[in-house]
């Protein structure tokens, strides 16, 4: 999975009162694989992400 600046992830709940986790990717290495430096919506903290089979990108356009 790879991803660019300005991309959007989400993370899926397994749980149905839970709400997705998304997050702005803000900076990647030089070929977009993982880990990624992530803006996470909820509280504007950032973190080193490595992405699960929960994860999927929603490309910037």
Not at 15 to 35: I, K, L, N, W, Y
Request: overall charge negative; proline content about 8%.
């Amino acid at each position: 999975m790879k991803a660019a600046v300005g991309d959007q992830v989400v993370v899926a709940s397994a749980h149905t009162d839970v709400p997705a986790r998304e997050g702005e990717v803000v900076e990647v290495s030089d070929d977009g694989q993982p880990p990624w430096r992530v803006r996470w919506a909820e509280d504007e903290h950032e973190s080193v992400y490595v992405p699960g089979p929960d994860t999927f990108v929603r490309r910037q356009e």
